[in-house]
């Protein structure tokens, strides 16, 4: 009811600005090519995980059917478009039909695990459609951006953005396309992830307390706050082509900027979605919960998350002080999470405190301290690896705290010899 009521305010808001919401949104995708299909098919996956492979198979092809029909319309009726996926309904119909399914034909347990796993493949979704909305609420409702305080703490980084997106440039277009997809499918890989943690809920018929898929929404949902709070559009708009007129000047990536912060006026259409670094934070998220996995899924979780760190700042599209934030973001939700799972102690409060309060700290800083920052970067730059560092360490040997200890088999006793 929670997750009704706040995509219903955000539909509201949305409709404010004279544009379809999160629900008007999803709604299209059942007749209309989807924005992201391979996302659908992902979401549809998930759900399967309280299927048998018999189910599996069956609402695969009935998806992969329906996919097939609705593109034969379509192009029968010369209907077609270049905007969105050319499938990806197929896997949405599938979804809400277990839905009706769970309600109309199971009762008990059975029902009630099979609305979980609708439930979980239709959060998935909405959470991307809430995020387009949030994004939009960003650029409507916050005029002014702050990039020019990043960028000037940035020099205390080394401003890295131009760094790599110079050497991302140098690559030519294989390893621009490389790292878009990486970029654009990130929450497939996370899904990769969430499959391999949920493999056992079709014979256990329970779902695991805590997995990846929660830390991604909890991410998405209050990751956008941040924003309002923080707003900020990117090297690649505030001082790059893409930003047209309302960029400082073109000097991505060619050219650090050295001027003076202040809020600087930007357009109602960009997005103020930088800080934190979200696709940073869901990157690590999948780093984090791939470590458990087999090894393929180790290099795939590390491959995931220092690819995404390139196309973050090889496209532009955020500072290196906005990827020290999502990482402790991250860390401080994940703690979070583990600790409602297992129930709050000293260890867990203290950790995350902690990251918020390091967060918090450095959200602060790159506001009203960013000139300091920037005239002395051997001091601030190490202090900003610092913080960083010092949340990891404290969340790897806090964690490693809370792992099950391996109690040895009791040995037999010896049994006396008979005489």
């Known amino acids: 009811m ?8 955000l539909e509201i808001a949305a409709r404010h600005y004279g544009l379809p919401g999160p629900v008007t949104n ?21 759900m399967m995980v309280v299927l048998t492979w018999r189910q599996r198979f069956i609402a695969a092809g009935i998806a ?12 029968a009726v010369d209907a077609r478009t270049t905007e969105g996926h050319p499938f990806g309904n197929g896997a949405l119909w599938v979804v809400l039909g277990y839905a009706v399914v769970a309600v109309t034909r199971r009762v008990g347990r059975e029902r009630t695990l099979l609305l979980k796993g609708v439930g979980l ?29 990043v960028a000037t703490a940035d020099h205390a980084l080394g401003d890295p953005s131009w760094l790599v997106g110079r050497f991302v440039r140098a690559t030519g277009p294989i390893g621009s396309h490389v790292l878009d997809y990486v970029y ?3 929450a497939v890989a996370a899904v990769v992830v969430a499959l391999y943690q949920l493999r056992n809920v079709a014979v256990e018929r329970r779902f695991p307390r805590h997995h990846l898929v929660r830390t991604f929404l909890v991410i998405g949902l209050l990751g956008p706050g941040i924003y309002m709070i923080f707003p900020v559009v990117g090297p690649v708009f505030a001082y790059g082509a893409d930003g047209g007129h309302w960029a400082v000047a073109n000097l991505w990536p060619d050219t650090p900027p050295v001027n003076a ?9 960009t997005p103020r979605n930088c800080m934190p670094s979200l696709h940073t934070a869901w990157a690590t998220a999948i780093f984090i919960h791939s470590r458990k996995g087999p090894r393929i899924l180790q290099f795939g979780g590390a491959f995931w998350l220092v690819a995404t760190l390139g196309a973050t700042l090889g496209f532009g599209y955020h500072y290196g002080a906005d ?8 860390l401080t939700i994940e703690a979070a999470l583990r600790s409602l799972e297992r129930g709050w102690d000293r260890s867990g409060i203290r950790l995350v405190a902690y990251g918020t309060a390091v967060f918090t700290a450095l959200l602060v800083s790159y506001r009203y301290l960013p000139v300091t920052m920037a005239e002395h970067p051997w001091v601030f730059g190490p202090l900003l690896i610092l913080a960083m560092a ?12 809370w792992e099950p200890k391996a109690t040895p088999a009791p040995q037999p006793e010896p049994q006396p010899e008979l005489v």
């Open 2 to 9: 929670v997750t009704l009521g706040f995509l219903i305010t």
């Open 26 to 46: 999803q709604a299209r995708e059942l007749i209309f090519p989807p924005k992201s299909g391979p996302l659908l098919y992902a979401s549809m996956a998930l």
């Open 64 to 75: 992969i059917g329906i996919d097939i029909t609705l593109f034969l319309v379509r192009w």
């Open 121 to 149: 493949a239709l959060l998935l979704v909405a959470g991307r459609k809430t995020g387009d909305a949030w994004l939009l609420i960003t650029s409507k409702t916050r005029p002014a951006v702050l990039d020019q305080y």
């Open 184 to 186: 654009i499918q990130l």
């Open 261 to 269: 912060p202040h809020p600087m006026v930007f357009d109602e259409i």
């Open 323 to 330: 990827i020290i934030a999502g990482v402790v973001f991250t």
């Open 390 to 401: 010092s949340v990891i360490q404290g969340y790897i040997l806090t964690t490693k705290q």
